[in-house]
């Protein structure tokens, strides 16, 4: 029985499929948007053929306790730019503390720390950032 996907099995363990029959692929949405404040000035990674450009930015949660205490649970995101024109305009225009606004899309990867271990990580990828004054 033919296949119209084939996959190929990546060293993290996961698959990464191709489908050979273009009537076979099916819509998805990965979307993100977030509004927060950038944590650190955005850091300039990677080498001259694929640089990188990485900053922070934490989103908050409020709730109510029955008590009728406030709590705020903060989360902290890590964006990474790889547009030559955005990376560019985010390492002169960004800084810590000033509030942006960031549309991309979700990944999931792994790296290994320094100790030689696997850690799972989450990035979102930009496609837009929104420079907010104070």
Not at 61 to 81: A, C, F, I, L, P
Request: glycine share 8%.
């Amino acid at each position: 029985m033919f296949s119209s996907v084939a996959k190929t099995l990546l060293r993290n363990g996961t698959y990464r499929s191709y489908c050979t029959d273009p009537s076979r692929i099916e819509k998805t949405v990965n979307s993100v948007t977030l509004l927060g404040r950038v944590g650190a000035d955005p850091q300039r990674r990677g080498n001259e053929d694929h640089p990188v450009v990485m900053f922070s930015v934490a989103t908050h949660s409020n709730y109510k306790y029955e008590s009728g205490d406030w709590m705020q649970k903060t989360d902290w995101h890590r964006v990474v730019v790889f547009k030559p024109g955005l990376r560019d305009a985010v390492m002169s225009y960004l800084k810590k503390g000033q509030r942006t606004m960031i549309t991309g899309k979700i990944t999931y990867g792994e790296i290994t720390d320094q100790e030689g271990k696997q850690r799972g990580t989450c990035s979102i990828i930009a496609d837009d950032v929104i420079f907010l004054q104070s």
